[in-house]
């Protein structure tokens, strides 16, 4: 079982439309958590973190569930602009280095069209 | 800041030569790390260095050696490039020993071995 999975896609939307990507992970001491969005052939960047209390940054909204081991990640309203790859990140904490081991899942490719 | 760089952008070896992949970060980041990417495969660690004067194995590191220079610059060397090392490789950084913080990449470099 990977450590990191998630769907991946593509997800076709037309723009406006509200998409949801999901994740889980498999080591229950992971400690924190992130959403990157990579373009085509560019590097990953940070979209945002994830606390456990969910939150928010204007049209993405992020949840997490310990639990259940499973991220989550809302794109409401669409823009041609959202696509890219989303990718879910884990962060294993201090087990394995100072400052943590980030996981990587292989990425949620999203298409937004007009 | 300039950020992460890397050098060269893109590079064609025949199977066998060498060559060093260069990264720095204007940022007194102390941790750095270099990652490599293959479609469907996600990002996977080859080395990082935790701070300057130590370095250590990730995920896949056969093949590949590192140099931490000082705390900017942290390369990659493919000793007798093969096949396999057909890839995207990107270099990190991250500011300090903390879970929360998370990494910073560079644009990559896209090489491929004939």
């Known amino acids: 079982r990977k450590e990191v999975e998630q769907d991946p896609g593509p997800f076709n939307v037309p723009e406006g439309a509200t998409v949801a990507f999901n994740c889980t992970y498999s080591n229950s001491a992971s400690q924190s958590f992130f959403w990157y969005r990579q373009d085509c052939r560019k590097e990953p960047k940070l979209l945002m973190s994830v606390y456990s209390s969910g939150n928010e940054d204007g049209r993405f909204t992020a949840q997490l569930n310990r639990a259940s081991q499973y991220i989550s990640l809302l794109i409401r309203d669409s823009k041609l602009s959202d696509s890219a790859t989303y990718l879910c990140?884990?962060?294993?904490?201090?087990?394995?280095?100072?400052?943590?081991?980030?996981?990587f899942g292989q990425g949620t490719e999203l298409s937004v069209k007009p | 800041n300039a950020g992460v760089t890397q050098t060269p952008k893109f590079q064609v070896l025949k199977t066998g030569q060498s060559m060093t992949l260069q990264c720095a970060q204007d940022?007194?980041?102390?941790?750095m790390y270099w990652y490599r990417q293959d479609p469907g495969m996600g990002l996977r660690l080859i080395y990082y260095?935790?701070?300057?004067?130590?370095?250590d194995k990730g995920e896949v590191p056969n093949g590949y050696n590192v140099s931490r220079l000082n705390k900017r610059e942290f390369s990659l060397r493919l000793e007798s490039a093969a096949p396999s090392q057909t890839s995207v490789y990107f270099c990190?950084?991250?500011?300090?020993?903390?879970?929360?913080?998370?990494?910073?990449f560079g644009p990559g470099t896209r090489l491929l071995v004939l």
């Open positions: 990140v884990v962060n294993l904490g201090r087990i394995y280095n100072q400052g943590g081991k980030l996981i």
């Open positions: 990190a950084s991250r500011p300090k020993d903390s879970i929360q913080e998370t990494q910073y």
């Open positions: 940022m007194n980041h102390n941790s």
């Open positions: 260095s935790a701070s300057e004067g130590t370095t």
